[in-house]
């Protein structure tokens, strides 16, 4: 239950800050589209670590520029990117061949280019993913979607996007209810094997009603209009700082 109110609350806070004055919430949602996504291309390119520590820095300013804490960052962003990175660059420290830097267990050599190697992969990810939160993190998820929809996106892409989104909090409050309703009728304390076949029948009832609120979500959104095209209030308008 608290793992859903935080990420709820996350959802909270990335809908106030897209609210704020600030650079990136001031652009036209088609610029912030363009401009952070050609940003991530860079270092998606880029092959040289201070190339990428400049674009960092850029993402950075970027983020203070359009009031996103650095903090906020640092727990959606830095440090989980960084544990699971670090997961799959690790190995390549020693498996790259290249000059050694120090041997352990008589066989293990920790290489430089397998250093750099390591370093670079995490880079690249750390910033890129930098940039994608700015701009999920300063844009409403509706313009995002009517941004990438300017572009030809097709109609079907944009639709799975709009329900995967509004899906995932409706299955987050269902998930919700039922733990709530399974606590509330459990007295005592629960065996390991009973812990487990609780579980996978929830788990299992859970499949099922995902199925089920799929089918009602559709249903809900044609009855709003809803025909492939995301539609806001506001539209799309370029000024001299956009371009």
Not at 51 to 76: C, E, T, W
Not at 220 to 225: E, K, L, V
Request: net charge positive.
């Amino acid at each position: 239950m608290l793992g859903f109110a935080r990420a709820l609350s996350r959802v909270l806070v990335s809908e106030e800050i897209a609210r704020r004055p600030g650079l990136l919430q001031s652009l036209d949602p088609r610029v912030r589209l363009v401009g952070l996504f050609s940003l991530v291309l860079a270092v998606t390119l880029s092959r040289k670590l201070w190339v990428i520590g400049v674009l960092f820095l850029v993402a950075l300013a970027i983020a203070a520029l359009s009031n996103v804490s650095l903090a906020i960052l640092a727990k959606r962003v830095w440090v989980v990117v960084l544990l699971f990175t670090g997961v799959i660059a690790f190995p390549a420290i020693f498996l790259t061949p290249g000059v050694p830097l120090a041997t352990f267990a008589g066989a293990l050599r920790m290489t430089q280019q397998g250093v750099t190697t390591a370093a670079l992969l995490i880079a690249r990810v750390e910033t890129a993913v930098t940039f994608t939160t700015l701009l999920v993190l300063c844009t409403p998820w509706t313009q995002v979607l009517k941004a990438l929809r300017s572009f030809r996106l097709p109609q079907e892409a944009i639709a799975m996007l709009a329900m995967t989104h509004r899906y995932i909090f409706l299955l987050t409050e269902t998930a919700t209810q039922m733990f709530e309703s399974r606590q509330s009728r459990t007295v005592g304390v629960l065996r390991d094997v009973e812990q487990r076949r609780m579980t996978a029948r929830t788990a299992g009832v859970l499949l099922s009603k995902s199925i089920d609120l799929s089918n009602e979500v559709y249903l809900a959104m044609q009855s709003r209009g809803f025909r492939g095209d995301v539609h806001t209030l506001s539209d799309f308008h370029m000024q001299s700082w956009d371009y």
